[in-house]
């Protein structure tokens, strides 16, 4: 009897042990297609539009432009994005629709005469903008893969702007925490967003409804010429901004190869700079898949450990060798290659933190050669991945006056200054600096995962450089945590990004004994709480998962946003 006891308090104990896993249960189920986005208005959107015959293209178009009324914290006109796409047939191309910086940029723009950064000028106001890329973007993939007329697919965005669309607690709050940066950067004030918001209120975006209309009907001239291109303009006049009739007019989106790596039999497929999305991505795979993860725990003190190894690695790397790649060489093939990795984890010690100082980009040789996503899969299999960013909630919270919409503050993604972290907290340097039509370099990670080449996973996140960390830990959560799309997604995320040199938990995301643990080894570890940047959470991922039986699988990232899917 007291062996009896003594074997089932040992079993209790090992059990009590374990790192806690998460609990098993299912997203949104759909037989054919699905759209998982920020709003759930724009996931009917974009469902609709394939029920009536349009493709995973066509939805994207019609998702991305109902977003920017239905979540203009990051949906948007006014700034610009990346996308993946997995034709049926397997072939998978990216389109690059990232800002450039205006022809009258330059590298010290935003530094005082004594050389420090001047607070807030390039996060902040109409100078802080990048010239946008999304509406050319939308005519790129629509002229190339869409299937339904493009007028189809920008009326749902006039009809929900000009009706107005009611908001959701979310959106309301959000909207009241804008005010005096609305009335403060606005040289027109846009009275219609000034209000004290409550959830169920209708807000209607008049001007922004017109500005749909001359979308639709004039197609890229509707944005790049004509009032619109007037208006932008005009608001660069008056609020010290320097977007000229001619940057627009010579702003094109261009498509790039993917790059893509295997991970423990899949293949991962993501966005090339001038993203650090893929190349980061693919490092911090690479890196961890030599451990046995799903054997040490989802976020066990010893995985956390790994994983903040690894990405202090990649995040030096990012720092220093990424950047647009039209103005310098970016070594992408010897970042992504076994053997660089290897070497980059060898000095890996599974009990020791490495400090970050002691850590500096990897040698290579130079070689020739407030965001948010969308996840669709349509009925042929066509799979798109689109991450979308105005930068920070609001852009620079210039809404153009006349046009109605926000301008994105994508400038502050250049590295202001070698070593000087940006509203994000990441550095860079040369490679990052700001050159007049050079994109900046972004984070963004907008992926897509084959098995057997099949379709096997969508997946994307907003976040800053936590996008990359986000997107990561949903992959291994799925194939190595053997979780379902929506518990991959709900999982608690940690972040690290080499400097600053701490790790950033979400509330709940490590045990209080982890925690400790990760102390021993000489890590600080910091719990998030800046509310004003949304730090509390780390990503807001949507995916869709290819389920054994065909079907798909959403995740919602609906706990940390109002992120939701529809399907059919
Ligand atoms: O491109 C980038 O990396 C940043 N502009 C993304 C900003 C972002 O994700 C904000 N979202 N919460």
Known sequence: MIKR??????????????????????????????????????????????????NAVDAAVAVQLALTVAFPEAGNIGGGGFMI???????????????????????????????????KLSTKGALASGVPGSIDGMIEM???????????????????????????QREADNLNHAQLKLKKYNTVTPH??????????????????????????????GFYEGKTADDIVAEMKRSNGIITHDDLKNYHSQWVEPI????????????????????????????????????????????????????????ADRAVHLGDP?????????????????????????????????VREGNVMPEHTETTHISIVDKDGMAVSVTTTLNDWFGNYVVVAGSGFFLNNE??????????????????????????????????????????????????????????????QTIVNVIDFKLGMQEAVDAKRIHSQWL??????????????????????????????????????????DGILVLPNRKLEAGADGKRGDDSAAGY
């Open 5 to 54: 006891f003594s074997l089932l308090s040992l079993v209790i104990i090992a059990v009590a042990c374990q790192p806690e896993q998460p609990k098993r249960y299912q997203g949104m189920v759909a037989d054919s297609a699905m759209v998982v986005c920020a709003h759930p208005v724009a996931s009917r959107i974009g469902i609709d539009i394939m029920r009536k015959g349009g």
């Open 85 to 119: 796409l997995r034709e049926p047939t397997g072939k998978s191309v990216a389109l690059d629709f990232r800002e450039k910086a205006p022809s009258r940029a330059f590298r010290d723009m935003y530094l005082d005469s004594t050389g420090n950064v001047i607070d």
């Open 142 to 168: 629509h002229t190339r893969y869409g299937r339904l007329p493009w007028k189809d697919l920008v009326q749902p965005a006039v009809d929900l702007a000009l009706k107005g669309i009611a908001l959701t």
């Open 192 to 221: 219609y967003l000034l209000n004290e918001w409550r959830a169920g209120d209708t807000l209607k975006w008049t001007e922004l409804g017109h500005t749909f209309e001359r979308i639709r009907d004039e197609g890229r001239k």
């Open 260 to 315: 893509s790596a295997s991970y423990k039999g899949y293949t991962v497929i993501s966005m090339p700079p001038p993203s650090s999305g893929g190349i980061t991505l693919i490092q911090l795979l690479k890196s961890i898949e030599p451990y046995p993860v799903e054997k040490w725990g989802h976020n066990s003190a010893k995985t956390i450990h790994l994983y903040t190894e690894a990405e202090r690695r990649s995040f």
């Open 326 to 358: 039209r103005f310098y060489d970016i070594p992408t093939s010897t970042l992504t290659s076994e053997s660089y990795i290897t070497e980059r984890m060898s000095t890996f010690n599974p009990d020791k933190a490495t400090r970050s100082t002691d």
């Open 411 to 472: 400038m502050d993604d250049f590295s202001m200054k070698p070593g000087v972290p940006n509203s994000y907290g990441v550095t860079g340097g040369l490679k990052n600096e700001i050159q007049p039509g050079k994109t900046m370099l972004s984070s963004m990670t907008p992926t897509i995962v084959t098995k057997n080449d099949s379709l096997f996973m969508v997946v994307g996140s907003p976040g800053g450089p936590r996008i990359m960390t986000a997107v990561f």
């Open 500 to 541: 600053p040199d701490a790790i950033f938990p979400e509330y709940g995301a490590i045990s209080k004994r982890d925690s400790i643990r990760l102390s021993d080894m000489g890590h600080s570890v910091k719990t998030l709480n800046d509310l004003d940047k949304g730090l509390t959470f780390i990503g807001r991922v």
